[in-house]
């Protein structure tokens, strides 16, 4: 028993095959126009306008689909080359600020006149109880306790300790730090002392001192620790009570420690 799917495909090559029976006919007398060429007309030419768009339908079809795939790789490795090159200008960018943090490193360091050796920042006190930052030198670089350390800015702090590749830095901003100051214009004397981390107190400043808002504070070398004439920072609120013998004075530093990367060890 024939199934319909096989009785479609008998009728379709029996179709065929009385159309090329009725081309050959057609074909002996060219010049004629029968009755014969009008159903040659009328059956095999329908058939050849399907099976043409159906050629063409596949040839297209085929074509974009080999088309898309191109196009798809072809995005795909401009992404690849997109995001490389974002990488590299990334790369490229933070090695000019380094750069130019350095050549401002360079720069301190020709304006101090001691023997100073560059580090950089590797840690943060995790405890959170002091203001301290690590640094990548240590006792096998000559670092020791109680050298100063300072940036392209001004006094960062000093060395609280020291093992053979790193050490412990106490910043000028912690409660416990403090360094023997001067205001540069008037060479008024005072403590500076670590309050927040955007501000110092300037202690025992006396009342009849000629201090003024923006006046430069620097170390005065009398403590034994920074040397004299290294900047601080600057004066951001004076206060005078309407007692007592001292201002109440606070200090803005240069330094930014929220972004502190390099430093430089004075090792005298």
């Known amino acids: 028993m024939f199934s319909k799917r096989l009785a479609r495909i008998l009728c379709v090559i029996l179709f065929a095959l009385i159309n090329i029976v009725l081309l050959s006919i057609s074909a002996k007398h060219p010049h004629r126009y029968t009755i014969v060429d009008r159903v040659v007309m009328a059956g095999i030419v329908p058939f050849q306008e399907g099976v043409t768009?159906?050629?063409?339908?596949?040839?297209?079809?085929?074509?974009?689909?080999?088309?898309?795939?191109?196009?798809?790789?072809?995005?795909?490795?401009?992404?690849?080359?997109?995001?490389?090159?974002?990488?590299?200008?990334?790369?490229?960018?933070?090695?000019?600020?380094?750069?130019?943090?350095?050549?401002?490193?360079?720069?301190?360091?020709?304006?101090?006149?001691?023997?100073?050796?560059?580090?950089?920042?590797?840690?943060?006190?995790?405890?959170?109880?002091?203001?301290?930052?690590?640094?990548?030198?240590?006792?096998?670089?000559?670092v020791s306790r109680g050298m100063a350390v300072i940036a392209s800015g001004g006094i960062v702090g000093r060395i609280i300790g020291a093992s053979g590749r790193y050490a412990k830095v106490l910043l000028i901003i912690d409660r416990s730090s403090a360094i023997d100051a001067l205001v540069q214009r008037t060479r008024s004397r005072g403590v500076l002392e670590g309050e927040t981390s955007e501000s110092c107190r300037f202690k025992y400043v006396v009342r009849k001192a000629n201090i003024k808002i923006e006046d430069t504070v620097i170390s005065s070398g009398l403590d034994g620790l920074f040397p004299k004439g290294l900047r601080v920072g600057t004066i951001s609120e004076i206060s005078r009570p309407s007692s007592g013998l001292f201002q109440e004075v606070k200090v803005r530093p240069f330094v930014d420690f929220t972004r502190l990367e390099e430093v430089l060890v004075i090792l005298e």
């Not at 997109?82 to 350095?102: D, P, V």
């Not at 360091?109 to 240590?138: C, Q, Y």
């Open 53 to 142: 768009r159906t050629m063409h339908f596949c040839g297209r079809m085929w074509h974009h689909y080999f088309y898309l795939v191109a196009v798809r790789e072809e995005c795909d490795r401009l992404k690849g080359m997109l995001a490389n090159a974002q990488i590299e200008k990334s790369r490229y960018l933070e090695s000019e600020l380094a750069s130019q943090r350095l050549r401002k490193l360079l720069e301190m360091k020709s304006e101090v006149p001691h023997r100073m050796l560059p580090a950089k920042v590797v840690g943060l006190d995790p405890s959170g109880w002091f203001k301290t930052v690590f640094i990548n030198r240590g006792t096998g670089d000559g």
